[in-house]
DNA sequence: AATGAATGAGCCTTCATTCAT
DNA sequence: TATGAATGAAGGCTCATTCAT
């Protein structure tokens, strides 16, 4: 083995952005095709380089599903821990629904989410990489919310920051599935159900107007 | 053309059922390894018969795929137009949880609904067929949950009750998602979660007990 | 596994005859090009089929290699066994030796035995072969040649029949190495070396004649 | 062509040093892998430089594993050419059946051997090297026989010199297959062999002992 | 109606070789 | 000299689909 192909040991500049070029052309296919239609020769020609050339830097397509997925994961994570306890998630959570429905080839995808979701329930690893990144991810998001009902004089229990933190991650993921199968869904069910639906799980004064 | 492969036309008795094998052992195979690591031998064996004999009665794996994916919608529907009245939610969610959790290859699966979500992004026949039946079950859901609370005493504005049916929908879909990424989740969250979210979303009288 | 690739159960006579036609193409191919260089698409080609036929009698290449080992092992034991009491081995190990040295594609062939014995060295699997039947084989000459001088009146001790098979052994294999680096051996170097070592090995009262 | 990968004209000490490097490294590789499975890259590596510089040295592979073959040869007349008229060859071939056996990296392999042999049936370049150099060696191993007998005071004619040599050229050579065959042979087989073999071959008054 | 043998395009991957630096 | 990134032609293998029987 002359070639990193594995992610161990230091890697060169010129390395790590023909990394980034593969996996942005890999997330552009599989958000067209799907992580199986999606082919290595496809993947290659989307990042301009022969197929030949992507295995000097990843082990096989597995390894760029996997990569795939722990770029999303820690995005995901990012997205939480730039939360600020005053943050209003209504936006966010609009802007994301949008995101979703429009399915843009580099931002995060909704199918891609899902298929990634899918791909846990055959593939044991990336069934592994799932769970520990939720782990971190509800861990982040319950803290936030429980300082975010702090700073806001609410003091809820751990149980009950729990349910809310657990139904309120439901209720958006269940939004990609929305995002996919209704791409042309009158926003106004979105709005009104965030306007009434997240006061109910994130208990903080009312801000003034919508 | 003298095969009715696709769905013109009358059928016989005996092609009707002929199709139904091959549907169950084709949702069977789903269910177990995916739309697309699913062979078309794999499904003919667990029909019990040749390969060839699939084309007479399907046109090809894709339209095999969209039987399956109306079928699953089917029975969607008729869950939805089970429901009663006075139907408690929460044991039927915490069954429907349980099940996706175990991923039993008869049943409705979550990664298959995941599966078909993700396919429709690429299909646009899926997409349409998914679209249109959503389209029923949000009114059925809707018009249940109407009639639930009219008859509980409670009148809700359409508009109310549609965020609701929309909350709950995705949160109840939010939930396959969580039980393939977390095939063992601690039951008491969700159990938790509903007691207190149930009750935000369908605001009937207390029944006694759990 | 719908196919009978491996050699389990019955196979149906067709299944056999097609067999046969792989193995008899992978034998010309493998002697013309070797195990390595020769292409599944070579193999193919050489026996009227496509590619993906092949797999349906065969589970890999490896196993056409392991195949057409297993029928030279068979067809040297039937040599073995073919042998009388009275047989001359001369002539036999003559003939032998100009096919090796003509290295015709059908029959046995010299750098394939040498490239089988190579192969033994890398692939478990065929040095297992390899070695099983090298024992019976071994066994089977053995038991000839001591058959063979008893029924001359000669006898000798278990070890000194073992020394002697031994050594024809490996000087017979050693022709095969000959027989491909000197395809134009002078045959009377042959001819003399069989007619004064062969009865030093096995020490036969004389037969008139050469 | 700027470089002189091939081996005509005026090379400099250090072009000599670096071929010598790449030899090395490659008889390291080709006996653990052999000729085919070996890569360049492994060879590179083994040999501590890039696999672009063992381009300015070697025009292909092939003429690596033709400058092997050749070295091998030179060895092998080295020797024959190192036997000494009182030499006894016992210790000498039951050394060498271990070492076969071992299949040392270093070492003359018997693998590679054969694997030598098996392409000079396919590569013509290959097979002339191995002709010429057998001749000279077959003359040389002649000669000692020849000298040897002679100083033991046993006058032998030129032809049964020739098949006496021959005669045990094959036997070793056949040991070669039986070392691959047979890595855990009991010595005392070989032992007992050669016991009885030699002598027979050449035919020197008694030493004492085993 | 049914079989299952047969096809062949296409997939992932490897590796000898080249070339810009 | 030397590097090692880059190429691209195969190679082994799979599988949806067809077709002779």
Chains 1, 2, 3, 4 share one sequence.
Not at 43 to 55: C, D, Q, R, T
Not at 153 to 162: P, R
């Amino acid at each position: 083995m002359t070639q990193n192909a594995s992610g161990s040991g230091k890697v060169s500049k010129r390395a790590q952005a023909q990394r980034e070029r593969i996996l942005a052309a890999a997330q552009k296919c599989f958000v067209e095709y799907g992580f199986h239609a999606a082919s290595m020769a496809s993947i290659s020609e989307a990042a301009g380089m022969s197929p030949g050339l992507i295995y000097r830097y990843f082990e096989n397509k597995d390894s760029i599903i996997l990569a795939i997925i722990e770029r999303q994961l820690e995005e995901g994570r990012a997205n939480i821990a730039a939360l600020r306890a005053d943050t209003d998630l209504k936006p966010g959570i609009i802007d994301l629904f949008r995101s979703w429905q429009q399915n843009y080839p580099d931002a995060m995808s909704a199918p891609l989410f899902l298929e990634m979701t899918v791909e846990a329930s055959r593939n044991p690893q990336i069934a592994e990489a799932l769970q520990a990144t939720d782990a971190v991810i509800r861990n982040d998001f319950t803290a936030w919310m429980k300082r975010t009902c702090a700073s806001n004089g609410i003091h809820l229990s751990d149980e009950e920051v729990q349910w809310r933190a657990f139904s309120l991650k439901c209720f958006i993921e269940g939004l990609a599935i929305r995002a996919v199968r209704e791409p042309d869904l009158d926003m106004s069910v979105l709005h009104n159900s965030l306007k009434a639906m997240l006061p109910l799980l994130l208990p903080l004064p009312d801000k003034a107007g919508d």
